[in-house]
């Protein structure tokens, strides 16, 4: 048997973090010995482990959770698990597209800047253009 602690250390988990997993039930809440302390097993530590994993990877409270359902269900087919991970992988690729059009934005930007005073500054000029902002925040997506 673990203790909160331990179940953190192991996992790379703080422990308000696999509390707030217990209070959204994404973990099971599990017995306490007679002093209030939790006590988990190879089960919840294995369950923390795929939670970590999938937050890692980037997918939401909702997924896991959807995940999670399957994992209890392990007769069905594994086409649902195959399209939240697909939606996932979506997502990543539009954000990917996103940061590369800020990096883009970014360096041009950075490029104008002929290093003259604060007056001739091309970085602050942008950032007060509020319109310019706008079109290229639109052109990328966010």
Wanted: charged residues 25%; aromatic residues 4%.
């Amino acid at each position: 048997m673990l203790t909160i602690g331990t179940l953190g250390k192991r996992t790379g988990t703080k422990v308000q973090t696999i509390r707030y997993y217990e209070q959204i039930g994404l973990m099971p809440e599990v017995g306490r010995t007679a002093g209030g302390q939790r006590r988990y097993d190879e089960s919840e530590l294995d369950r923390l482990s795929f939670i970590r994993h999938a937050r890692q990877l980037g997918f939401g409270l909702e997924a896991i959770r959807e995940l999670l359902d399957l994992t209890d269900h392990p007769g069905q087919s594994c086409s649902h698990a195959d399209s939240i991970a697909q939606r996932q992988l979506k997502d990543v690729a539009d954000r990917i597209v996103r940061l590369e059009a800020l990096q883009t934005e970014l360096q041009r930007m950075v490029a104008d800047c002929a290093g003259g005073t604060v007056a001739e500054c091309r970085v602050l000029e942008v950032l007060r253009d509020h319109s310019e902002c706008l079109t290229n925040h639109q052109e990328i997506g966010a």
